[in-house]
């Protein structure tokens, strides 16, 4: 039982002596612990707010205190049919998700330029489970949004990069 244990945290210290660290947690420069978000979905903005607090940063109120700012030109998600069963109703589809963005800095300098994300998810739509099927689709979606801010994060440290070049 002892050495069990004693491998657990051998394992752990080892775990967390290389760097490792929760997906969702980032480890961000200044100028990214505090965005200013312009024209994003509630559940892009909800998923961005979670990744900034799990990276001890915040979504700023104004443009003022941001470090950088992300103004969402263009969001869209849509849903198209792949296949269709012997009873004509869909059984695969696709989500599409796509995001036109752009960064500024606080005083509305353009830090590159637009920048597209494009995501999509094939999924099973199967006809006899209803519930599983909107639940299926929900968790997709939420997935997607997860996804959209990890990028949206990534291309903010490339942005912040090429500003200080």
Not at 11 to 24: I, Q
Not at 50 to 62: E, Y
Not at 110 to 126: G, K, V, W
Request: charged share 25%; hydrophobic share 40%.
């Amino acid at each position: 039982m002892k050495q069990a244990i004693g491998g657990i945290l051998l394992f752990c210290a080892l775990l967390s002596g290389c760097g490792y660290h929760l997906r969702g947690s980032l480890d961000l420069p200044e100028s990214l612990r505090n965005v200013y978000m312009a024209g994003a979905s509630a559940s892009l903005q909800s998923e961005m707010v979670s990744m900034l607090r799990a990276s001890k940063a915040k979504l700023s109120d104004t443009t003022m205190n941001a470090g950088i700012i992300l103004k969402v030109l263009k969001e869209d998600m849509s849903n198209r049919v792949l296949s269709i069963g012997t009873t004509g109703k869909s059984t695969e589809s696709e989500l599409n998700y796509y995001l036109r963005f752009q960064f500024y800095d606080n005083q509305d300098k353009p830090l590159m330029d637009e920048q597209t994300i494009e995501i999509a998810r094939e999924y099973f739509n199967d006809q006899t489970a209803v519930l599983a099927k909107s639940n299926e689709d929900l968790t997709i979606r939420a997935e997607i949004y997860k996804q959209a801010a990890r990028m949206l994060m990534a291309r903010a440290g490339i942005a912040i990069e090429n500003q200080k070049k």
